[in-house]
């Protein structure tokens, strides 16, 4: 039996941002930084020196623009 997926691509997108963004914080953590002190700086002022380059956090999170990752944040916050 045929069947037609329906994929909600929006929804999609805010998983791997929010997925991306839970990887980029556990990375953070485990080389000692208050994750939410360098991504607030991030998000501010754009400057990737804020994410440190262990296990690759700041190459995953320039693959996201910032308007996206706060938008991710609000609509999660949101239950959205």
């Known amino acids: 039996m ?3 997926s329906i994929f909600n691509v929006a929804a999609l997108r805010q998983e791997l941002i929010l997925l991306t963004l839970n990887e980029v914080i556990a990375s953070l953590e485990k080389k000692g930084y208050k994750a939410e002190n360098q991504l607030v700086g991030y998000l501010l002022t754009g400057d990737e020196a ?17 308007e996206e990752i706060l938008l991710a944040l609000i609509n999660a916050y949101e239950g959205k």
Do not use: H, V
């Open 2 to 4: 045929d069947r037609t």
């Open 50 to 66: 804020y994410i440190s380059n262990y296990e690759g956090a700041r190459s995953k999170i320039k693959k996201l623009k910032r």
